[in-house]
Nanobody, 126 residues
Framework: QVQLVESGGGLVQAGGSVRLSCVAS????????MGWFRQAPGKEREFVAA????????DYADSVKGRFTISRDNAKNTVYLQMNSLKPEDTAVYYC???????????????????WGQGTQVTASS
C-alpha cells in the first residue's frame, strides 16, 4: 500500500507560480511511476503531467506544456509540479497518483494508476 500526501496549493494571482509536492509513504518510491491530475468543479478529472520512475521521461497535457514542470527526488520520496504562468483555467483540485512499474515508461491515463492522494486546491485568480 502506498499513501500519497500533496501540499503546496493555495490562492495565487493569474501569471503567478506555485509548486506542488507529493510525498509517498513507501520504501520503493524508485519503482513508482508518478503523475499529476486535476479536477475542476463540474468537470472530469484530467491528466496534467507524468514522470517515469527514474525521472528521465516526462509527459504533459497540451494545455500546460511550457508552463508546468514535473520532477522527482527519489531520495526524498517526493514528486513535484512546478506551475508557472498560471491562468484562471488552471484552477482545480490537483491530485498526485502512483503506480508500480517494471518499465521506464510514464503513464498518462487515470486508469493506469492505482494510488491517489487526497488532492490540494489551486486557485488562480484573474
Amino acid at each position: 500500500q502506498v499513501q500519497l500526501v500533496e501540499s503546496g496549493g493555495g490562492l495565487v494571482q493569474a501569471g503567478g507560480s506555485v509548486r506542488l509536492s507529493c510525498v509517498a509513504s513507501t520504501r520503493t518510491f524508485s519503482i513508482l511511476a508518478m503523475g499529476w491530475f486535476r479536477q475542476a468543479p463540474g468537470k472530469e478529472r484530467e491528466f496534467v503531467a507524468a514522470i517515469s520512475r527514474s525521472g528521465d521521461a516526462t509527459d504533459y497535457a497540451d494545455s500546460v506544456k511550457g508552463r508546468f514542470t514535473i520532477s522527482r527526488d527519489n531520495a526524498k520520496n517526493t514528486v513535484y509540479l512546478q506551475m508557472n504562468s498560471l491562468k484562471p483555467e488552471d484552477t482545480a483540485v490537483y491530485y498526485c497518483a502512483a503506480r508500480f512499474t517494471a518499465t521506464a515508461n510514464y503513464y498518462s491515463l487515470l486508469s493506469q494508476y492505482n494510488y491517489w492522494g487526497q488532492g490540494t486546491q489551486v486557485t488562480a485568480s484573474s
